[in-house]
């Protein structure tokens, strides 16, 4: 859905709540349904940490959480569509036989500092859980006999996990993306739902 597209979306939606709201005020008027109790506001993002940063910087956070969130279910789609098809075309012995040797080093290698930092608690259930974005793009080129018919190139992947990394590098690194490549990180997410059924 193009960003033109989605606003137009958006405002009929938001023009419809209107009408709905005006609605259900003047049924609570006429008595045809209970008034309903004032509504909670929702939590600043930032909590009770709010007051401590301007509002500029509350703006360029807000801005970042939504890249952020977007990245995040972006990044782990990829994982699991990994880990499926692998899992379905080598069986359960597939992070062994299909991911490569450095791969599955870098990941032995985080997971024994994950074990030796107890201290320190994160999710990592799965080893694919524990790999680099870019590892995602070495796995799939690796066993592009497993991928070939979800994508036109091996090179189409590429580029666009390798041109994403470096947007992950700014975002991981509690940097501002500029408003082009946030527009770069959700124009190939488009493209990759719409290429990966």
């Given amino acids: 859905m193009t960003r033109r597209a989605l606003s137009e979306f958006l405002h009929?939606?938001?023009?419809?709540?209107?009408?709905?709201?005006?609605?259900?005020?003047r049924?609570?008027?006429?008595?045809?349904?209970?008034?309903?109790k004032e509504p909670t506001a929702?939590?600043?993002?930032?909590?009770?940490?709010?007051?401590?940063?301007?509002?500029?910087?509350?703006?360029?956070?807000?801005?970042?959480?939504y890249v952020y969130s977007i990245f995040y279910c972006f990044e782990n789609l990829v994982r699991e569509l990994v880990a499926q098809r692998l899992e379905e075309r080598k069986g359960a012995e597939w992070w062994n036989t299909s991911v490569p040797d450095n791969v599955r080093?870098?990941?032995?290698?985080?997971?024994?500092?994950?074990?030796?930092?107890?201290?320190?608690?994160?999710?990592?259930?799965?080893?694919?859980?524990?790999?680099?974005?870019?590892?995602?793009?070495?796995?799939?080129?690796?066993?592009?006999?497993e991928f070939d018919d979800l994508f036109p190139s091996q090179h189409w992947v590429k580029q666009?996990?390798?041109?994403?990394?470096?947007?992950r590098n700014v975002i991981a690194h509690a940097n501002l993306l500029p408003e082009p490549?946030?527009?770069?990180?959700?124009q190939y997410l488009e493209d990759w739902v719409r290429q990966v059924p």
Avoid: C
């Fill in 12 to 25: 009929a939606r938001a023009f419809k709540g209107v009408l709905l709201d005006a609605e259900i005020a």
């Fill in 160 to 167: 666009r996990l390798d041109e994403l990394e470096r947007s």
């Fill in 105 to 145: 080093k870098r990941v032995a290698q985080k997971r024994a500092d994950t074990e030796k930092n107890k201290w320190h608690q994160a999710v990592y259930q799965r080893d694919i859980d524990l790999t680099l974005f870019g590892d995602l793009a070495s796995i799939i080129v690796s066993e592009w006999a």
């Fill in 42 to 65: 929702a939590p600043a993002l930032l909590g009770r940490y709010e007051e401590f940063f301007s509002r500029e910087m509350q703006d360029r956070s807000e801005k970042m959480a």
């Fill in 27 to 36: 049924q609570e008027e006429s008595g045809i349904l209970p008034r309903a």
């Fill in 181 to 186: 490549e946030i527009e770069r990180i959700e």
